[in-house]
């Protein structure tokens, strides 16, 4: 499963991507608001630093206005996928752009049915959002399910990029169900981490080397 950072923070997209594990990034326009930033300006430079794709996300709300957006954010650079909602507009200028060779990332995806419409317009990406669907005492993670198996059945290529992860075990969960992609805030990465048994062994190992003065160099 690729891993793809769910934020706009150059300081902790340059982090994680040091460590090898940024398949990618996601922006969208409430994480470019939390930034401060310009949308074109901290896009090109969150570009420059991972090889991967960049999801940079439209505010029009109208078809011919999104696919003008998605043309100016798609010359940033090579890796932008452009995110555009799953609405009959979205849908309509994910066609068209992913006619013109873009990627496109479809994104506010809540239901298999919006899925399927998704691929069949040829989306690169599809984004169920998994914590806003538990929010309401729904099953966001059954939805990754349901839609890998719809995707399975007829050959789709288009990528389940797990979206609004709240959680290190919905990124295991993501990656039994078989996800392609999920996008995670830093703090959720860096969570996957942690074990109360590692901390807990580890401890126990210090506690030796200082009674024994163990050195290595
Ligand atoms: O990837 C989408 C994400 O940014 C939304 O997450 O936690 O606001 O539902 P959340």
Redesign the pocket.
């Known amino acids: 499963m690729k891993f793809f950072v ?1 934020t706009a923070e150059i300081d902790d997209i340059k982090d994680l991507n040091a460590l090898g594990i940024v398949d990618g990034v ?1 922006t ?1 326009p ?2 470019i608001a939390k930034s401060g930033r310009d949308i074109l300006e901290v896009t090109k430079e969150i570009c420059s630093i991972v090889d991967g794709p960049v999801s940079a996300e439209v505010v029009a709300l109208n078809a011919d206005d999104m696919i003008a957006e998605g043309r100016k954010l798609a010359k940033i650079a090579d890796n932008i996928a452009v995110k555009v909602p799953l609405t009959w507009d979205g849908l309509k200028a994910c066609n068209v752009l992913t006619n013109e060779g873009h990627m496109v990332n479809v ?1 506010l995806c809540f239901s298999a049915n919006q899925a399927l419409l998704a691929a069949k317009v040829g989306a690169t990406f599809i ?1 169920p ?1 998994i ?2 669907l538990d ?1 309401l005492n729904l099953d966001g993670m059954e939805l990754i399910a349901d839609i890998r198996n719809m995707y399975d059945n007829y050959g789709f290529e288009t990528q389940i990029l797990a ?4 959680s290190a075990n919905h990124m295991s969960d993501c990656a039994a169900i078989g996800a392609d992609v999920a ?1 995670a ?1 830093p703090a959720v990465i860096k969570k996957m981490a942690d074990h109360v048994l590692t901390d807990k062994g580890l401890d126990g190992f210090m506690k030796d080397v200082a009674k024994a003065n163990i050195k290595i160099v």
């Open positions: 769910d996601t969208n409430s994480l994104t984004s959002f914590g806003r929010d979206a609004s992860i709240r996008t805030p």
